[in-house]
Structure formats: structure tokens, C-alpha cells
């Protein structure tokens, strides 16, 4: 089972609507990141925090806003989406390692469409 | 462009047999290598990490690394109708921190019973 929970697990929202997917995760992990799955493709990172801080930001619309709370949670706040923002939105968290690639656990992801 | 290329297949293979999947990447400074397993409406599962030219075995999944070759590669034995699925590979770039995992397309392993 994963340590990174994520919240709702589906979710159907209106273009005119604002909604948020939360995630959290109990391993200690100080870096925390949403990616976006589309059907049949690789998932694509939109968002990493760094120690609660925005670390990378992959040109994402500001229709997509992140929020950091603290170490153990991270946000994703959904407004004035478009149906092509449809996807599978997946939280992962990792150490913070600066020689060594960090081992990315994935939680269960949140399926958003937007009607 | 860093660039990770898989078959995007799909492999059939016999129940029983030797799945071998395969993954090269273009960055020569690549530091680490991972394998995922993704069933269909499910999130990426970690199913081998691996760092250091050679081989690195967990229960069936052996990876395989070559940085000479920039190929890297995951074979399961003894496949099972339970391992069909997506896998992934993925490889970080030093840079970004380590942060930047990319992802190849994905190849569709199908088990035949």
C-alpha cells in the first residue's frame, strides 16, 4: 500500500468551478511533487516543493495553483479548468538527495473531469 | 532533450517465460534508473531502483544496467498473467536537484496464460 494518500480519488467539476486535490504523506519525505497522466502516456511533472517551497514550476497554467502547507501536505487548487485538463492527477513524494536520483513514491492519484 | 525510449510494444509472452524489457536514454550524466509498474486506471508502483553498471536482482525482476551502452533493462521470470501491465522507465538528471524524473512511454507487457 502506498504512504501517499491522495484525496478525492474522482472528482467532476464544472469549467466554471473551483475545487482542490490534497495530498498527503507520513514517510518524511521533504520534497513533494503533482504530475499529470493523460491516457496511454507517461505521467508529466507539473509542480515540485522542495522543504515547502516551490522548487520547479514546468510552465503550468495558473489555472493549476499549488499549495504547500507544510511537509506532510500539498495541494492543488483547480479553477476556470478546461475539459482537456481531464487527466489523472498523481502526488509523489521523495527525499531530498543532491548525488543520487530520488526515489519517487507515487500515491493512488486523483481522476479529475472537467465538464 | 533528454529522452528516454522505450518499445512501446505491446510484448506477449508465455506464461512462465522470460519478459525482457528494454529502455535506452540519451544523457550521458544520468544518475539513476527506475522501473515502474502501472496497471491499467492505476498510479505508477516502484518496482526496481538501480544506480551502478550490472545487475540488481528483487525476487523475479532482475534490472540491468549498462551506462556505456546508456540501456537499461528489467527482466521478470517466470511471468505471470498478474504481471501485465505498463512498465515504465525512468531516469533522473543531475541539475535540477535530482528532481527531474523522466519518464520513457511506457511498453504494455501482456502474459498469455
Known amino acids: 500500500d502506498t504512504e501517499v494518500t491522495q484525496t478525492p480519488k474522482h472528482l467532476v467539476m464544472g469549467m466554471t468551478n473551483k475545487k482542490s486535490l490534497k495530498c498527503e504523506q507520513h514517510m518524511g519525505h521533504r520534497a513533494m511533487y503533482w504530475y499529470k497522466q493523460k491516457a496511454k502516456k507517461p505521467p508529466e511533472l507539473m509542480f515540485v516543493y522542495s522543504y515547502e517551497k516551490l522548487s520547479i514550476n514546468e510552465s503550468v497554467p495558473s489555472r493549476f495553483s499549488p499549495e504547500c502547507p507544510n511537509s506532510s501536505l500539498l495541494n492543488l487548487h483547480l479553477h476556470a479548468l478546461q475539459p482537456e485538463d481531464s487527466a489523472l492527477y498523481l502526488c509523489?513524494?521523495?527525499?531530498?538527495?543532491?548525488?543520487?536520483?530520488?526515489?519517487?513514491?507515487f500515491g493512488e492519484g486523483s481522476w479529475l473531469t472537467v465538464v | 532533450q533528454k529522452e528516454v525510449e522505450q518499445n512501446s510494444g505491446p510484448l506477449s509472452v508465455p506464461e512462465g517465460a522470460i519478459a525482457s524489457l528494454n529502455c535506452t536514454y540519451s544523457?550521458?550524466?544520468?544518475?539513476?534508473f527506475f522501473w515502474y509498474r502501472q496497471y491499467s486506471g492505476k498510479s505508477p508502483e516502484l518496482i526496481m531502483s538501480?544506480?551502478?553498471?550490472g545487475d540488481k536482482e528483487d525476487g523475479r525482476f532482475t534490472a540491468q544496467l549498462n551506462k556505456a551502452s546508456q540501456y537499461v533493462s528489467l527482466l521478470i521470470r517466470d511471468s505471470q498473467p498478474s504481471d501485465s501491465a505498463t512498465y515504465l522507465c525512468?531516469?533522473?538528471?543531475?541539475?535540477?536537484?535530482?528532481?527531474?524524473?523522466?519518464f520513457g512511454k511506457g511498453t504494455k507487457l501482456s502474459v498469455i496464460p
Open positions: 538501480i544506480y551502478s553498471n
Open positions: 509523489a513524494s521523495s527525499q531530498v538527495r543532491t548525488v543520487r536520483g530520488n526515489t519517487i513514491y
Open positions: 525512468a531516469v533522473t538528471y543531475s541539475g535540477a536537484g535530482s528532481y527531474q524524473l523522466t
Open positions: 544523457d550521458r550524466v544520468s544518475q539513476s
